[in-house]
């Protein structure tokens, strides 16, 4: 009895595995070609750290405090005008961050 068991339990774990495959994939074509982007000038700190790689909750309210002080950012290269903002970081996600 317990070789029967062992032997379905071996049978099906194959189908499970595939099936889980197929649900990631079908995740990952459910984003493809939507563009993820972030008005700076507008946007929340919680909005900026969700939306922009390498930029966390400390470094987003960096960039709404620095936004307030000095008015909208008039360039993206203005973002490096922030105290940890390098160029690195703005070239990562220039293509998600708006004006």
């Avoid at 919680?46 to 405090?65: F, H, N, P, S, W």
């Avoid at 909208?72 to 690195?88: M, N, Q, S």
Wanted: hydrophobic share 40%; with cysteine.
């Amino acid at each position: 009895m317990k070789w029967m068991l062992t032997l379905c339990l071996l049978l099906l774990a194959p189908m499970s595995w595939a099936e889980e495959s197929k649900s990631a994939n079908t995740k990952a074509a459910k984003y493809e070609g939507i563009e993820i982007t972030v008005n700076v000038n507008t946007a929340s700190a919680q909005e900026i750290a969700t939306m922009l790689k390498g930029i966390g909750e400390k470094k987003a309210k960096d960039i709404v405090e620095y936004r307030n002080e000095h008015g909208p950012f008039k360039t993206v290269a203005d973002l490096t005008k922030v105290k940890g903002i390098g160029d690195a970081t703005v070239k990562k996600n220039e293509e998600r961050i708006l004006l």
